[in-house]
């Protein structure tokens, strides 16, 4: 699958409040570990039809501000002319993340 290239679109993330990794992840003051919010990204990306998640890497990722269980998360879009994808995430109005994922072989996949 490939994305075509195109302008930042948005997709609601769907994560559970009660998720278990919010159980163990700073009991007291939960925060969302960034693997979920990747996993999360890489399903709705797959669910969309732009990726095949057993065929791409994350080429970058930067987590800037916490995912509470309360926030709704929002991750817009972007695919490059070289099949990648620009990820933004947002909660609450604010920047929690960003990154890319690239397509890549299935030996290639991380």
Known sequence: ?????????????????NHA????????????PGVVLLDAALHALAA???????R???A????????RPSDRVVLELSATANGSIRL???????AVASGVVTPCDRD???
């Open 60 to 67: 970058s990722c930067k987590f800037s501000s916490p995912v």
């Open 1 to 17: 699958m490939k994305a075509a290239h195109g302008p930042w679109r948005s997709v609601d993330l769907a994560i559970d409040a």
């Open 48 to 54: 969309e039809g732009l990726l095949d998640p057993a």
């Open 88 to 94: 933004r995430f947002s909660a609450g109005g604010r």
């Open 108 to 110: 290639e996949a991380r």
């Open 21 to 32: 990794a919010y159980a163990g992840h700073f009991p007291g003051r939960p925060i969302l």
């Open 56 to 58: 791409c890497r994350v």
